[in-house]
């Protein structure tokens, strides 16, 4: 039996950075050796000497779009939406801090929105508006970070918090792996013969959800 409680464990905030370091390849690695199993503490960019003609490196190329908005409730009071999931050209599924019922009309900046269904964990919003949604959210939302980030810096976020290689909006947390990938680290890498297959999983609920299982049963 796994218990939750045995993966606890005291993470120091010094040792959490608030910003990405630049370049991005420049991030520690740490590389097992699988003949004798010994560790070896690397830079990122040495992967492009490990990986080779036999290995296939798979990217997610999905992109983090803003999909924090900031507004208001029609009653005056302020509200907080994560959008994780596009249902169709309006509606969208999302979490809301406070908790929101069925039927309650939102303003964010010129963009209206009302709470059409409650799905326990999530709920259903349908927006009003005009011309391309995601450009809307380019100029009013905000990229979600993790709450251990403290950095407002929205340029900056949106630059660093991407892989060089999002190419489709969807995710509302970023393919956090793929980060340190450089362009020419990854040129590097398809001259050694390495296959790079990219496929699209949208980052959604999951990332945001806590664990609330006390035990596993892992037989």
């Not at 599924?93 to 059409?116: D, Q, T």
């Not at 799905?119 to 349908?126: G, P, S």
């Not at 660093?160 to 999002?166: E, I, M, R």
């Amino acid at each position: 039996m796994i218990k939750i409680e045995d993966y606890d464990y005291e993470s120091p905030t010094e040792l959490i950075a608030q910003e990405a370091i630049s370049p991005r390849d420049g991030c520690r690695l740490l590389v097992v050796n699988k003949k004798n199993n010994e560790i070896e503490e690397k830079v990122f960019k040495d992967i492009a000497g490990e990986l080779g003609k036999n290995d296939v490196l798979v990217l997610n190329e999905s992109r983090v779009f803003p999909a924090r908005l900031m507004g208001k409730k029609e009653s005056g009071g302020k509200v907080e939406l994560l959008l994780l999931k596009k249902i169709n050209e309006k509606d969208w599924e999302a979490i809301s801090r406070p908790g929101l019922k069925v039927g309650k009309k939102l303003v964010f900046s010129n963009l209206k929105a009302e709470v059409i269904r409650n799905r326990n964990e999530t709920l259903e919003i349908r927006f009003e508006f005009e011309g391309d949604l995601w450009k809307i959210l380019e100029k009013i939302g905000k990229t979600p970070i993790p709450p251990y980030i403290h950095n407002n810096k929205e340029a900056e976020i949106r630059r660093d918090y991407q892989t060089v290689y999002a190419a489709n909006y969807g995710s509302a947390a970023a393919p956090t792996a793929g980060l340190h990938f450089t362009d020419e680290l990854l040129n590097k890498l398809l001259k050694n013969g390495v296959q790079v297959e990219k496929v699209n999983l949208n980052v959604g609920l999951g990332t945001f959800k806590p664990i609330t299982e006390k035990k596993f049963n892992n037989g």
